[in-house]
């Protein structure tokens, strides 16, 4: 069952709070446990009210800081300073630690506050996008012609189903009463039958200000009536005539603004808020930052008077003048229009509609940022140990510390321990010495082990003791027999040396898994809006029919693993019937063996790469499919066609290539790219300690002593 629902806008202004409040308190009478988040909020001295609001009026058990992502002023550092990736990480870690806690989560979007409304709302659907969570998209009508309001929803419903956020509801908001039935038409002809539309209709309760937006805007001390601060304001008055005459302009519900020395209209005011002659007064504002004289405060103090009455800096002009445009916000101990915003919320809104299609939500799509965070999330559940040949390299230094800092992974160095140290040094690589192993093959205890029990797996093929020795020496062997005999969990290597060096001792030495008649590989390879698992774009050539099917089977249970759904795309040249040749013969004598060996895993080939992931094409190459236009896990032919595919792919649209990562191996063995960046190590530390997991829960793992830890 889907956990959240972001409740988007496309402008400041738009009243999603009525969406927000109307929501959590529908949601909290089914259950207790909801949560609030919010992925932006403006930052600065004074807290985020949305998120007072909610915390406070319904009792949410969670702490301030909790409750949103990232302020402004954080986000624009970070776009700054080239880091754009790590907003969405930090972003989707405080909302994946909330989720925990809670059965349900209200997520609200940005208010627009700031400068740049097109970038921040293509950041509110990245977000959506990136947490696979339904969305909710309210548009105010205000000040709007009716073509103008309703292209805008149209255009914001668009760029969210672009990004495949499933809306489930658009709202119109601040909609004239006698719109509300047009407006509803026009945006159902705009979107799709499963969308629920509705609309709100414009409120002035709502619409008009409080005294605690007096507070909050101008920062107003307040001298008297703090027990009446939820009054309302209708009218504004300014206090700038004798009293005879500022009479007259009095009315029910009126804020009265005047410097702080006019006593007469102060007095005046407060006099006819108890005169039964002349309608309430909602509040005094004194101007210029004035107080009156000691003489008439006490005499105020003296009387039984409900008045609020504030001291703000501004004169009397800005402040009437501000007060016309300044943003109306719910305050948080504002409960009458917390519970009008709750009735007109239910007079106007089907909340079962809107549940019912968020709670039968599933998404079967996973992000990039969100299948990074998983892996971190998975290989934290049970610490493995990981080895690393390559110590000297500063890549993968880098990627250790990353892995340390975040207590991810127990990391084995091997190398001159001298050597090592000196490389973080010079690079500035602040590893804590105190979390990793650090070996040198040529003096641990264990090479002559390791050295005896190669010569004893390879005298059959010619490996005589000293030539043992030598190997055990080496780094990349005396990894790989690390793993063999339980010393480490994986081993990561790859980044200096070929990839021959890093998978010739595994495939001599651990050897391949029981059911596995071959090693295969696999990428996952991170694209804009999903991940997708290739193979084998590594280590098979030429597979034949059963070994393209041994592939596909081994790569859509990796790819479930991760947490992807797999739908297997028999890649070829044509789709469907329409092709033939020995190459495209193959590939459907592939998909048959691969229907037959698991039925459960939905498979179609052959078929081409654009029938597989474009929706649109897949369904006019291969109309009910349940495959075609949504794959999750391409099967190349060949070697020559996987690898330049996902090179391709990843030079061209910037794809992540995270692997490959080796598929059918005893234990877990992992090469890299010698390009391999920092973070293309890091995950392949992750994935091989995931792969260490697995390996313990099938009951692979063999217990030994382990090496020994570094002087």
Not at 80 to 88: G, H, S, V
Not at 228 to 249: D, S, T
Not at 573 to 580: D, L, M, T, W
Not at 668 to 687: E, M, Q
Request: glycine fraction near 6%.
């Amino acid at each position: 069952m889907n956990k959240a629902l972001y409740i988007a806008t496309i402008e400041p202004n738009s009243g999603k709070s009525i969406v927000s409040i109307g929501l959590m308190n529908e949601l909290k009478s089914r259950t207790d446990k909801v949560g609030y988040f919010r992925p932006i909020i403006d930052g600065g001295e004074k807290p985020d009210n949305h998120i007072r609001l909610m915390l406070e009026f319904f009792k949410i058990p969670q702490s301030y800081e909790e409750s949103y992502g990232l302020t402004r002023a954080e986000i624009v550092r970070l776009l700054n300073e080239n880091k754009d990736d790590k907003i969405l990480e930090k972003i989707i870690r405080k909302y994946k630690r909330l989720e925990k806690k809670f059965d349900f989560i209200i997520i609200e979007g940005s208010d627009f506050s700031g400068e740049g409304s097109i970038v921040e709302f293509e950041m509110n659907i990245k977000i959506a996008s990136n947490l696979s969570i339904p969305a909710i998209i309210i548009g105010s009508g205000k000040g709007k012609t009716m073509d103008e309001f309703i292209g805008s929803m149209k255009l914001a419903y668009d760029g969210f189903r672009e990004r495949e956020v499933e809306v489930v509801a658009l709202i119109a908001n601040k909609i004239l009463p006698k719109n509300l039935k047009a407006v509803i038409e026009r945006l159902k002809k705009a979107v799709n039958d499963e969308t629920y539309v509705t609309a709100i209709p414009r409120d002035e309760f709502l619409a008009n200000p409080g005294i605690y937006d007096i507070i909050r805007h101008f920062d107003a001390k307040v001298l008297f009536g703090e027990n009446n601060l939820g009054r309302h304001i209708k009218h504004v008055a300014v206090g700038a005539m004798q009293m005879r005459h500022f009479l007259k302009y009095l009315k029910s519900h009126t804020l009265v603004i005047t410097p702080g020395d006019r006593s007469d209209i102060i007095l005046s005011a407060l006099q006819a808020d108890k005169s039964y002659h002349y309608p309430d007064v909602s509040g005094i504002v004194l101007s210029g930052g004035l107080i009156p004289a000691k003489s008439i405060l006490k005499l105020i103090e003296g009387t039984n008077n409900n008045v609020p009455i504030l001291s703000v800096k501004p004169q009397t002009y800005e402040v009437a003048t501000q007060i016309k445009s300044m943003p109306v916000q719910i305050h948080p101990k504002d409960t009458k229009k917390i519970m009008h915003s709750i009735r007109l919320f239910k007079r106007h809104v089907d909340v079962n509609v809107i549940l019912e299609k968020v709670f039968h939500f599933e998404s079967r799509r996973v992000t990039p940022s969100m299948f990074l965070y998983n892996l971190e999330e998975m290989a934290s559940k049970e610490k493995k140990r990981i080895v690393l040949p390559e110590a000297t390299e500063p890549r993968i230094l880098k990627a250790a510390c990353k892995i340390t800092s975040r207590d991810l992974a127990d990391v084995i160095l091997l190398g001159n321990e001298k050597e090592v140290k000196n490389v973080a040094k010079t690079h500035g690589i602040n590893l804590d010495w105190d979390k990793v192993q650090i070996i040198d093959p040529k003096e641990s205890p264990l090479l002559d082990k390791y050295a005896k029990k190669i010569h004893e797996l390879r005298k059959h093929k010619g490996v005589n003791e000293a030539m043992a020795y030598d190997l055990a020496q080496d780094p990349s062997y005396f990894g790989t027999m690390m793993v063999r005999e339980g010393d480490a969990d994986g081993m990561v290597s790859g980044a200096v040396h070929t990839t021959a060096h890093t998978i010739k001792p595994a495939l001599q030495l651990i050897k391949t898994k029981p059911g596995a008649n071959f090693v295969t590989s696999t990428f996952f390879m991170a694209l804009p809006e999903r991940v997708s698992a290739f193979a084998d774009c590594a280590i098979v050539p030429n597979p034949d029919a059963e070994q393209l099917s041994e592939i596909a089977i081994a790569t859509a249970d990796a790819a479930k693993k991760f947490g992807i759904e797999p739908r297997v795309a028999m890649l070829s040249y044509s789709s469907g019937e329409s092709g033939k040749g020995e190459e495209v013969e193959k590939v459907r004598k592939a998909t048959e063996l691969v229907r037959q060996k698991r039925p459960d895993i939905p498979v179609e080939g052959p078929i081409q790469y654009d029938a597989a992931v474009d929706p649109e094409v897949g369904q006019k190459k291969m109309p009910g499919s349940p495959v075609a236009g949504q794959a999750t896990v391409m099967i190349f032919p060949d070697l020559n066609t996987g690898n330049n595919t996902y090179k391709a792919v990843q030079r061209e649209t910037g794809a992540l290539a995270i692997g490959p990562m080796l598929l059918g191996l005893k234990k877990p063995v992992n090469d890299l790219s010698r390009g391999a960046t920092v973070d293309d190590i890091y995950n392949t530390i992750l994935l091989t300690a995931i792969q260490a997991q697995e390996n313990d829960s099938s009951g692979d793992h063999k217990e030994n002593t382990p090496g020994e830890k570094a002087a």
